[in-house]
């Protein structure tokens, strides 16, 4: 489930709790947890409602002006159900931990070579988590399809690997590019892999 920027912020400072939605099936579960901008977002409860019950309280806690808004605002077939869909917010996102956690030991740069091996492996166009790395660390926030386009490759299957090695702490986004994190730099600089 996608929150824009400003309804995620809301939701992390209590003042947004839900979210309507119109599904053929329901995205999420009760209880279900995912990232957002401004942190992690759980579930609550998921129902389905008649759009025409959606009162003008419900819709300001959404992030809209009123119901009329909310009901415009639906995606999907019209005959799809609609889902009210109660959040909370539940911690900070725990890549920001990690990325920041240099101190590595053996174990924990055993465990990353095996990581990304089964990247490299598990990719259609060969061997691209070193380089990818290296290209970061020698480019920092450098825009996204000038980094692809140095690789040969394009922007959004490009920005799809680097978020793979976000997810592992080993780089941080920002509004333009991206640089290596504490945990990466440490990484490339204790793997064997890297030496290669």
């Known amino acids: 489930m996608l929150l824009p920027p ?3 912020q809301g939701v992390r400072e209590g003042t947004l709790t839900l979210a309507f939605r119109r599904w053929r099936r329901p995205d ?3 209880g ?3 990232r957002t901008s401004a942190g992690v977002v759980r579930v609550e409860s998921v129902e389905v409602i008649d759009p025409t019950q959606i009162t003008d309280a419900d819709a300001a806690r959404a992030g809209h002006p009123n ?5 415009r605002r639906l995606a999907g077939e019209p005959g799809w159900p609609t889902y009210r869909i109660r959040l909370s917010w539940a911690g900070e996102d725990p890549r920001i931990a990690l990325r920041s956690d240099d101190a590595l030991s053996d174990a924990d740069i055993a465990a990353l070579d095996a990581k990304l091996e089964r990247l490299d492996r598990a990719s259609s166009h060969g061997p691209w988590t070193l380089d990818t790395l290296a290209l970061i660390e020698r480019r920092p926030h450098t825009r996204a399809p000038d980094l692809a386009a140095e690789m040969g490759r394009e ?6 690997d680097v978020r793979k090695l976000k997810n592992l702490g080993l780089t941080i986004s920002h509004p333009v590019g991206y640089e290596i994190s504490p945990r990466g730099l440490a990484y490339l600089a204790r793997t064997p892999r890297a030496r290669r």
């Open 6 to 8: 400003k309804v995620a």
């Open 28 to 30: 999420v579960r009760t």
């Open 32 to 34: 279900s947890e995912f």
């Open 67 to 71: 119901a009329d808004s909310v009901r």
């Open 155 to 160: 922007r959004d299957p490009f920005k799809i």
